[in-house]
């Protein structure tokens, strides 16, 4: 479990405030209200196993805020930088949300990417998280306002829910060359280098994928056959791209949601033979 943090994880300052992971213009697209507290899929991938488990959330999911990031001015995280991608962000979200047919260009496949990513670092810090991001990515996206160039992918997809429920998924995991795991085996890790994160807003699906190994792993990544279309954003394509896609299922969303836990179980029992 992660211990609170007690300075900025983007900066290192001490005056520390709470941000919001569904971001509060989101609300209104989100399903009603459930009585009595949400759950949340936290955990962690092992190369033996999946340690992947539901946990009580303090209240409702759109009120979900975690305290990491410093806040006061426009010179702090909060206020500062992080606003900016906010702002630019939500204009092009919207209509991806209600699934209003749009064009994406380059520049809006970032945008939407550096909005994902960055909800997805701060979530590491939920104290039911495990923190996979090194100081330099989070540095990165704070300088540059994009997602670290390599280890990094983002696809959206235009979903369209039924029965599958989570609006939040995400795991942690370890990714160790085969030469490691013939010289040490398979041990239980100490730390994690790798998350795979879900988000779902109205006919929004975003998948993040931060995978600790050349950047063709991301760039030759391929979901498991699916019904609908999922688009890559980050890197982004070199082209527009049209919404709405091919709807995604309730299978599709299962299956994207597990495929990275699905790939590790595959690769660690391949490495065990």
């Known amino acids: 479990m992660t211990a609170p943090t007690k300075k900025c994880i983007f900066c290192g300052s001490p005056n520390l405030t709470k941000e919001h992971i569904f971001s509060r213009w989101t609300h209104r697209y989100m399903p009603p209200r459930a009585k009595g507290r949400v759950l949340s899929q ?30 006061g001015n426009d010179s702090t995280c ?51 998280g495990q923190v996979t991001t090194h100081w330099t990515h989070r540095r990165m996206i704070r300088d540059r306002q994009l997602p670290p160039s390599k280890g990094w992918g983002v696809w959206i997809g235009y979903y369209q829910r039924v029965n599958w429920r989570p609006q939040w998924s995400s795991s942690a995991f370890l990714v160790q060359s085969r030469r490691m795991v013939a010289r040490y085996g398979i041990r239980t890790p100490t730390h994690f280098n790798g998350n795979s994160t879900t988000q779902v807003i109205g006919n929004l699906f975003i998948q993040v994928i931060h995978f600790p190994m050349p950047d063709t792993f991301i760039r030759q990544w391929q979901f498991p056959r699916l019904t609908g279309s999922i688009l890559r954003i980050w890197p982004t394509s070199g082209y527009f791209l049209r919404w709405p896609s091919l709807a995604l299922s309730d299978d599709d969303a299962d299956r994207i949601a597990n495929a990275v836990a699905k790939y590790i179980e595959d690769v660690a029992g391949s490495l065990s033979r």
């Open 78 to 128: 909060n206020n500062g930088w992080m606003r900016k991608i906010e702002d630019r962000a939500k204009p092009i979200l919207v209509p991806l949300i209600q699934g209003k047919p749009t064009r994406l260009s380059e520049e809006a496949q970032a945008t939407i990417a550096s909005w994902a990513v960055l909800k997805t670092m701060v979530a590491e810090y939920d104290v039911n």
């Open 42 to 71: 936290v955990g962690t991938l092992y190369p033996d196993k999946d340690a992947r488990r539901l946990v009580k959330l303090p209240g409702q999911v759109r009120d979900w805020q975690i305290k990491c990031v410093c806040g």
